[in-house]
């Protein structure tokens, strides 16, 4: 069974930077993209980033773009998320999803790491 863990959230002042990880462990898996996805109170679930394991392409929400940066390690099976110019409006809990095929969805995902930005 592949499992998601994500680390690195906490409490930050707006204009600060936090660093969330997300370390996949368990049975040799098929990996294709990495996202990271985050759910404020009273609203859905939204996109954040994403990233290919071979080849790095990364995408972003037009909300973080200039702000956020997905990274991999992929010896660590590890995938990162640094968040700068953090703002009141990022705070949510940050998800990060395995995608292990390009024709299937999100289907592994973590626990969820809690980020809160205070004005």
């Known amino acids: 069974q592949v499992q998601l863990v994500e680390s690195g959230g906490g409490l930050v002042q707006a204009g600060g930077s936090l660093r969330l990880s997300c370390a996949a462990s368990?049975?040799?898996?098929?990996?294709?993209?990495m996202g990271w996805f985050r759910q404020a109170p009273g609203k859905e679930r939204e996109f954040v980033a994403a990233i290919t394991w071979t080849l790095g392409n990364t995408d972003y929400a037009d909300t973080v773009k200039g702000r956020f940066t997905i990274s991999r390690d992929n010896a660590k099976n590890t995938v990162y998320l640094q968040m700068n110019s953090l703002k009141p409006e990022d705070t949510a809990i940050y998800y990060c999803a395995l995608q292990q095929r390009t024709s299937v969805p999100y289907d592994i995902w973590g626990q969820g790491t809690q980020v809160t930005v205070s004005s």
């Open positions: 368990g049975r040799t898996f098929s990996r294709y993209r």
